[in-house]
């Protein structure tokens, strides 16, 4: 009795074991497609700029700067003084008055600008000067307004001085009045030359043991003719310069 309901029970699960070791399992399904990016959000909106702050107080003014380097160095062989007493082109009546005190310090120009020659004459010794000052500081390009002088003096400073041939010009200077007007100097002025009368050196003194120190006053007059104001022009002033002499 207890075999036949053993029996009746273990029938169902045997062939429910049964029916499962048939069964072979499903193939995967295939993925699915991706879903689309979603787009990008708006920015947000940016704040306003704040205002600009106040202006500091200005700082204190810097010290001036120093001349250019060279200036003291040209300067330092002496100056030209000129004095002008005329009439303008526009017949308006001036007087004007400048110095020339720049020379140049290479070597190569010493013997065109700024040297002293003496040559024994016997007991006498004659000196020949060559000496040229610019308005500013030298520039053979641009900064081209200078006195140029050449002058031979036969015993300077003696009882028997005795003053040569003197040539001078004076190369591309602006006489500016009061008025902002101008005319120009462009012109040489000789002791032989035409136009040129009066020509004098006076208070002659040569110092060759003081780094050839020469000194003196000079005047002129020039004719309309001569000169570039296109009046007679009165022409004077001071030579104050040291000279270099060539070693040789």
């Known amino acids: 009795m207890k075999s036949k309901i053993f029996f009746k029970c273990m029938l169902p699960m045997l062939c429910i074991a049964f029916n499962s070791c048939l069964v072979e399992d499903g193939e995967d399904g295939i993925d699915g497609i991706d879903g689309v990016d979603g787009k990008n959000g708006i920015d947000g909106i940016d704040g306003q700029h704040g205002q600009d702050g106040a202006e500091g107080p200005e700082g204190p003014q810097g010290e001036s700067g120093e001349d250019g380097a060279g200036l003291e160095e040209m300067a330092q062989y002496g100056w030209i003084s000129m004095n002008l007493n005329g009439t303008r082109p526009d017949d308006v009546a001036f007087e004007h008055s400048t110095e020339f005190k720049f020379a140049p310090v290479d070597a190569t120009d010493f013997g065109d600008y700024n040297i002293v020659t003496a040559t024994p004459m016997g007991d006498d010794t004659e000196y020949f000067f060559n000496f040229r000052r610019f ?19 036969t015993n300077p400073g ?21 008025d902002n007007k101008y005319f120009i100097l462009d012109d040489s002025y000789d002791s032989d030359g035409e136009g040129v009368s009066g020509m004098e050196l006076t208070n002659v003194v040569f110092e060759p043991e003081n780094r050839n120190h020469l000194s003196f006053s000079y005047s002129f007059s020039v004719d309309a ?24």
């Open 225 to 248: 003719a001569n000169n570039g104001s296109g009046h007679e022009l009165n022409v004077s002033g001071e030579v104050n310069v040291f000279l270099v002499e060539l070693i040789e």
């Open 158 to 178: 003696q009882d028997t001085e005795a003053v040569g041939l003197i040539e001078t010009s004076l190369n591309n200077y602006g006489v500016v009045g009061d």
């Open 135 to 153: 308005y500013s500081s030298p520039d053979g390009t641009y900064n081209i307004t200078y006195f140029d002088w050449e002058v031979t003096i």
